[in-house]
Nanobody, 117 residues
């Protein structure tokens, strides 16, 4: 099994910054990709950013140029640096790990990000 611990959410004013962290433990071998997703009230969960084991990144158009995803040196930690935050970024942010072995997908418990105008 894979366990994920997220941290770094909170309340920030528009234009501010937050950094989310997600640390994976347990069966962390074979991690193919790490990612951040978010879900706002009444909306579906959506992709924010992903990073593969090879370092390739992908971002939602709505966060390009403002958010940066990166991995820690141990490769089992993923960060999301969020700058120039907007009220529409308010959501619960979830970390996701994709592995080449079962369990193929593991989600974190989520961390709340609230951006006030």
């Amino acid at each position: 099994q894979v366990q994920l611990v997220e941290s770094g959410g909170g309340l920030v004013q528009a234009g501010g910054s937050l950094r989310l962290s997600c640390a994976a433990s347990g069966s962390i071998f074979g991690i193919a990709a790490l990612g951040w997703y978010r879900q706002a009230p009444g909306k579906q969960r959506e992709l924010v950013a992903t990073i593969t084991s090879g370092g390739t990144t992908n971002y939602a158009d709505s966060v390009k140029g403002r958010f940066t995803i990166s991995r820690g040196n141990a490769k089992n930690t993923v960060y999301l640096q969020m700058n120039s935050l907007k009220p529409e970024d308010t959501a619960v942010y979830y970390c996701k790990v994709e592995r080449s072995y079962y369990p193929y997908v593991t989600w974190g418990q989520g961390t709340q990000v609230t951006v006030s105008s």
